[in-house]
C-alpha cells in the first residue's frame, strides 16, 4: 500500500470524471430532471453556468477516493462499481446537512430529496466504473487517510 501516483490513467479518469460531474450537476442545475430542486450558494468559487467548478473537482475527487476502497473490498467488477457507489453515496448523505448550512448549495423548501440520493448513487456508478476501468487505482494510505479526514471534517461539521 504505497502513496498515491497521478499516472496518465489518473488523470485522464479524473478529467472525465470531472466533465460528467460538472455535466450532470449542470442538467440539475438548469432543469431539476436530475437530484431535485437545487441551486449553489455563494461559497464555493466561482460558477459557470451557475454551477461552481469546484464541483467537478468533488465529483473526480470522491470517485478517487471510493473507487480505491471499492477496489481492496471486493474482487468482482461489479461489486468495486456498487460498493463504491454506496460509499460514495454515503458520503453525499454526509456532506448534505452541511452543505446547506454553509451555503454550499440550497433545497426547495430545505428538503433533501431522497430523488438526490437516487441520482447521486447512479451518477456515482458511471463515475467510479470510468474511475476503475481507466484510472486502474489501488488501495493506498493516501487515499484512506484522505477518506477518512473528509468523512471526520463533514462528521465535526454536522455538531458544529
Given at each position: 500500500?504505497?502513496?498515491?501516483?497521478?499516472?496518465?490513467?489518473?488523470?485522464?479518469?479524473?478529467?472525465?470524471v470531472?466533465?460528467?460531474?460538472?455535466?450532470?450537476?449542470?442538467?440539475?442545475?438548469?432543469?431539476?430532471?436530475?437530484?431535485?430542486?437545487?441551486?449553489?450558494?455563494?461559497?464555493?468559487?466561482?460558477?459557470?453556468?451557475?454551477?461552481?467548478?469546484?464541483?467537478?473537482?468533488?465529483?473526480?475527487?470522491?470517485?478517487?477516493?471510493?473507487?480505491?476502497?471499492?477496489?481492496?473490498?471486493?474482487?468482482?467488477?461489479?461489486?468495486?462499481?456498487?460498493?463504491?457507489?454506496?460509499?460514495?453515496?454515503?458520503?453525499?448523505?454526509?456532506?448534505?446537512?452541511?452543505?446547506?448550512?454553509?451555503?454550499?448549495?440550497?433545497?426547495?423548501?430545505?428538503i433533501?430529496?431522497?430523488?438526490?440520493?437516487?441520482?447521486?448513487?447512479?451518477?456515482?456508478?458511471?463515475?467510479?466504473?470510468?474511475?476503475?476501468?481507466?484510472?486502474?487505482?489501488?488501495?493506498?494510505?493516501?487515499?484512506?487517510?484522505?477518506?477518512?479526514?473528509?468523512?471526520?471534517?463533514?462528521?465535526?461539521?454536522?455538531?458544529?
Open positions: 500500500m504505497g502513496a498515491y501516483r497521478w499516472k496518465n490513467e489518473v488523470l485522464l479518469a479524473s478529467a472525465l470531472f466533465g460528467v460531474g460538472f455535466a450532470v450537476e449542470w442538467v440539475g442545475v438548469q432543469t431539476s430532471l436530475l437530484f431535485g430542486d437545487y441551486w449553489y450558494g455563494a461559497n464555493l468559487g466561482p460558477k459557470l453556468f451557475n454551477v461552481p467548478l469546484i464541483i467537478g473537482v468533488n465529483w473526480a475527487m470522491l470517485s478517487a477516493l471510493t473507487s480505491a476502497i471499492g477496489l481492496s473490498l471486493f474482487r468482482n467488477l461489479l461489486f468495486q462499481v456498487i460498493g463504491s457507489a454506496l460509499i460514495m453515496t454515503g458520503v453525499d448523505w454526509l456532506i448534505e446537512p452541511v452543505a446547506i448550512k454553509s451555503d454550499f448549495w440550497h433545497w426547495k423548501n430545505d433533501i430529496p431522497v430523488y438526490n440520493f437516487a441520482c447521486w448513487f447512479i451518477v456515482s456508478l458511471i463515475a467510479n466504473l470510468i474511475f476503475i476501468k481507466v484510472g486502474k487505482p489501488k488501495l493506498n494510505k493516501t487515499a484512506v487517510v484522505l477518506f477518512i479526514l473528509l468523512v471526520l471534517f463533514f462528521t465535526i461539521q454536522l455538531f458544529i
